[in-house]
């Protein structure tokens, strides 16, 4: 069996699959580094953990407890937001592989660091296992220079400040699972708590809405989504580095819009005048980013949606819907998001390749 972890700054989630790639169990755990809850499968408990090895400790004392033995796990294999130019693919964690992803930490600091941990916790726990990992920014690496660059000069760029793209497993995920229905040209909308777009081509990304962090693209829960770079610096002037970060990723978006809720549920049964326009922002800025990703592909044969909101709400789909009507009737994919099986894919070849 395989173990899948996606860690967070204070949660990491569990999948277990076995050798035919079916789910077994999956659970996480919350609030890591104080008080928080446990959910494993359908049993859900309260605990106190100080840090990601603990949270690691309750999950696997989880699995034990109904039964499944340690010893039948053969992997772990990991999600990591950020990989830059050098990690492009699936990989197993090596030294040196743990040393590229720390350098990428001051490309992503808040979500490598957790990912790292998460390493540690195996290792300290189950030091006997191969660990993998897979990369949300690896999907997008192929795309070409022009789509990629910032007009910055070369010095700059030379630190690594260009576009990435993120929900790389994601879109990885989507492409496998439409297999022989993928259009030669897919429009594809991850709508979440994070939301991008994606240009696909023949399978391969060509260009994204998300660059150099996941704070570009259209509005989404608490990120604002595209934004000049003289107000960020105008909002660093009045709130401190830390303060415009907070402001920009965690207070903005549906959340700054409306001023009472980043979840999209709330905001579509709330009649005020500031939840109706939160809402409004939101397909207004997705449509916007589709016109511009449809102009790389040159055309488009199909959309699909995935992700929490992409999934589940048929009301904001059909008002996207209604607003690219222009392109004239295209198929309309719904695809689960489904990464930590893509994870596990990964992983399973890499394994099946040594």
Same mark, same amino acid.
């Given at each position: ?11 990491? &989630? @569990? ?28 049993? &859900? ?13 309750? @999950? ?24 830059? $130019?050098? *990690? ?7 030294? &040196?592989? @743990? ?14 660091? #957790? ?9 300290? $726990?189950?030091?006997? *296992? ?22 910055? #000069? ?28 993928? #259009? #030669? ?49 105008? *909002? ?13 990723? &965690?207070?903005?978006?549906? @959340? ?10 709330? *905001? ?48 904001? $789909?059909?008002?996207?819907?209604? $607003? ?31």
């Amino acid at each position: 069996m395989l173990l899948v972890l996606n860690t967070g700054s204070s949660s990491i &989630k @569990l999948a277990l699959f076995n050798a035919a790639l079916d789910l077994v169990v999956d659970g996480t755990v919350t609030g890591v580094g104080g008080a928080g809850h446990m959910a494993l499968g359908e049993n &859900k408990q309260d605990v106190t953990t100080d840090n990601h090895t603990e949270a690691l400790d309750c @999950l696997l004392a989880g699995l034990t407890a109904r039964g499944i033995a340690l010893s039948e796990i053969t992997g772990a294999a990991h999600r990591v937001v950020h990989g830059g $130019r050098s *990690l492009v693919a699936p990989t197993r964690i090596t030294p &040196k592989t @743990l040393a590229r992803i720390e350098a990428m930490i001051p490309l992503a600091p808040l979500h490598n660091p #957790p990912a790292l941990a998460g390493m540690a916790a195996v290792t300290a $726990r189950l030091p006997h *296992l191969p660990q993998f990992a897979s990369f949300d920014t690896a999907f997008h690496a192929g795309q070409p220079d022009v789509a990629t660059a910032y007009a910055l #000069p070369r010095a700059e760029r030379d630190k690594g400040i260009r576009r990435y793209g993120f929900h790389g497993l994601s879109y990885a995920g989507m492409v496998r699972q439409l297999g022989a229905n993928l #259009p #030669p040209r897919l429009l594809a909308l991850h709508l979440g708590a994070g939301v991008s777009l994606c240009a696909i081509k023949d399978g391969r990304s060509i260009a994204t809405s998300m660059g150099y962090s996941p704070l570009s693209g259209p509005t989404m829960a608490t990120r604002t989504g595209d934004i000049d770079g003289m107000a960020v610096l105008r *909002l660093a002037q009045d709130h401190g580095f830390d303060g415009a970060a907070t402001l920009l990723n &965690k207070e903005s978006g549906l @959340l700054g819009l409306s001023g009472t809720s980043a979840d999209m549920r709330a *905001l579509l049964a709330d009649t005020s005048p500031e939840a109706t326009f939160a809402v409004e922002h939101f397909i207004y800025s997705i449509v916007h980013q589709a016109g511009g990703l449809i102009a790389a592909l040159e055309g488009v044969d199909a959309i699909a949606f995935t992700g929490g909101i992409g999934e589940n709400s048929a009301p904001i $789909r059909e008002r996207i819907m209604a $607003r690219l009507a222009w392109l004239g009737e295209k198929p309309i994919h719904i695809v689960p998001a489904d990464e930590e099986r893509q994870i596990a894919i990964d992983a399973m070849a890499l394994i099946s390749a040594t």
